[in-house]
């Protein structure tokens, strides 16, 4: 969206992908080499293909270590996907085989590319989407390998600039000297796409996903990245650089403020002590988690590894991944979650039937259980990463009793089954269950006879109290998690696990909105789960808060009528 402003200015929108504001010159980098251009490559096609591939996986290799001395494995790991996707038969064999059928080797690189792009384009899964864009890169790579072209010199900028791109890809924003890239702008990608991971962590300000920027702006026109709102100023006249700048100094303030607050522990200023947590999609969300001072991993969604996958990842590949998050938590709890698909998350090799109602069908625990096969595997995949550190594990969309118990022989068979063969397994888990349905909040008594612990999925919990599809922004307004009977359900939860000494945290995004932190708090609440970036902020309200006074107005909330009636009460707090 285009917004006119003034008579130069042009303001534009895009998706805040990395906070912070940037002002600066726009360095436009184009795609010539990329964009279907095509060069010549002599002799065997075949293998100069081999070649371009083998020097391509040395580069990665070593741009792989160059990124994690220099900005940290988190970034580093990012190059492992583009290492596995080189050896992938996927990608692969079917350069080989359009070469075998005459293609030159760039075109049947590029081919392939443009199959691969259009298939993950349109997956429904954000995440999945934006792997187009590492797809991208290795072909990018592998086309300049096969024809000597070369890469952008990212040496040769002389003064510091906002680059300005189509799309940034992965390899190329790991490369981008913060001292000389003030931020960056681009036509595509979202906020989940890996070169806006590792903007943010680089710390360089960036926007993503700006239709029709390039038409928009010249080389070397004066622009405003705003990372934090997503707005984009081209050409802004000396008023609003003067307000940018403003901003982005009481921004810096307070990003510096709350990063003297990373080791502090979340206590009321009445000293009620809470836990907060992070939630992540797989190892490499650790490192932004302790960044942002979590203390624990509240909810690992494992489903992230199957998606990532063509087929179900191995007991190995499984045991791997969870052993990177629990070593990488220093000893802090790690909960991981068992297999969470079905409803919106689909994976094609599950080969799982077309239900009318997914959201209320053969999901999560409900299609483990009846897959012992498939969850076993997972099973013993935990007990064998208990070993290196402090795993909790947690099964979700938990209806009735005998699915509790049921999960829970299937995990101690799996534990038999590893001891039998005399592999290493964790002498404990701590056991946990999601309360995302109302039918289990209102057994959560009979179920802690069963369970360590409690996680309220609010996401779900919403959904399936409030009757209304988290997916159908047509009656988005009804999804309310303020509505005073989701709130009672809530607190019965907590008081139920209490009696008994249980623990009760929340994993859904309602645990890091600051609107309702203080009403949790009030309930009684043992854990905020949220993501990373969004504790400091959640760490800095409970600080400043009284948790008598907080459970004296939630008390009010549970009396009240509506959600509008809740904000009211909530409001007095603010
Ligand atoms: C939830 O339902 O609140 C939850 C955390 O699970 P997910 O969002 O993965 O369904
Ligand atoms: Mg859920």
């Known amino acids: ?27 436009i980098l184009t795609e010539a080499v990329f964009a279907g251009e095509k060069s010549e490559v002599n002799g065997d096609q075949q ?33 492992d996907a583009h290492l596995l996707m080189l050896e992938d038969t996927s990608y692969v064999d079917p350069i080989r085989e359009a070469i075998g ?36 890169d290795i ?15 990212w040496g040769a900028i002389a003064e510091p600039v906002i680059v300005v791109a189509h799309d940034l890809t992965p390899s190329d924003t790991a490369q981008l000297d913060p ?66 700048r403003q901003k982005a100094a009481a921004a810096a303030q307070v990003r510096a403020e709350l990063a003297l607050l990373k080791d502090q522990a979340a206590v009321t200023i009445d000293g009620c002590c809470v836990e907060l947590a992070a939630n992540i999609g797989g190892p490499r969300d650790i490192a932004p988690a302790l960044a942002n001072g979590a203390e624990a991993i509240g909810l690992y969604r494992t489903e992230f590894l199957f998606m990532d996958h063509e087929a179900a ?21 790690v909960v991981i979650r068992t297999l969470d698909v079905g409803g919106d998350k689909q994976i094609a090799y599950l080969d799982m039937p077309k239900e009318d109602n997914p959201f209320l069908g053969w999901r999560a625990v409900r299609m483990c259980l009846d897959r012992p096969e498939l969850f076993k595997v997972q099973l013993r995949a935990l007990w064998r990463a208990g070993c290196h550190g402090n795993l909790k594990v947690m099964f979700p969309m938990v209806s009735n009793l005998a699915e509790v118990k049921q999960a829970k022989h299937l995990l101690f068979q799996a534990r038999e089954e590893l001891l039998a063969e005399d592999r290493p397994v964790a002498r404990k888990l701590q056991i946990g269950i999601m309360i995302e349905l109302p039918a289990a909040a209102l057994i959560v008594d009979q179920l802690a006879s069963e369970v360590d612990f409690f996680s309220i999925g609010s996401n779900d919990l919403i959904q399936y109290t409030v009757g209304v599809d ?38 859904g995004e309602m645990a890091g909105d600051l609107t309702c932190i203080p009403l949790l708090l009030g309930l009684g609440l043992d854990e905020f789960s949220m993501s990373a970036g969004s504790i400091p902020q959640a760490k800095k309200l409970i600080q400043s808060l009284s948790a008598t006074e907080c459970s004296k107005v939630a008390a009010k909330c549970l009396a009240a009528g509506e959600a509008d009636e809740v904000r009211k009460q909530l409001a007095v707090l603010a």
């Open 313 to 333: 990842p191995t007991e190995e590949e499984q045991y791997q991944a969870y052993k990177a998050a629990l070593e990488g938590m220093q000893g802090r709890a």
């Open 139 to 153: 072909s990018r790579r592998l086309i300049r390998n096969l024809t000597g072209s070369t890469a952008v010199d």
């Open 47 to 79: 293998q100069a293909f081999q070649e371009a591939l083998e020097q391509s996986k040395q580069e990665i290799i070593l741009l792989r270590q160059q990124v994690s001395q220099q900005t940290g494995e988190e970034a580093a790991s990012v190059f």
């Open 1 to 27: 969206m285009a917004l006119a402003k003034g008579s130069e200015e042009t303001m534009l929108i895009g998706i805040a992908a990395s906070p912070g504001i940037a002002i600066g010159k726009a360095l």
């Open 101 to 136: 059928q005459g293609a030159d080797a760039v075109s049947a690189v590029q081919a392939t590319m443009q199959q691969l792009v259009d298939l993950f384009r349109n997956m429904e899964d954000e995440y999945m989407r934006e792997r187009a864009a590492d797809i991208t």
């Open 179 to 244: 001292s000389l890239v003030l931020g960056f702008a681009a036509e595509s990608g979202g906020r989940t796409s890996h070169s806006a991971i590792l903007a943010r962590t680089l710390g360089i300000p960036a926007v993503v996903g700006t239709k029709a920027l390039l038409s928009k702006i010249k080389d070397g026109q004066l622009v405003i990245v705003d990372g934090d709102t997503g707005n984009i100023v081209i050409d802004p006249d000396a008023d609003t650089v003067m307000q940018f």
């Open 470 to 507: 988290r997916m159908n922004e047509n009656i988005a307004h009804l999804y309310q998690p303020l509505h005073p009977g989701v709130l009672r359900l809530i607190a019965m939860v907590i008081d139920a696990a209490h009696r008994q000494d249980k623990s009760v945290g929340m994993c």
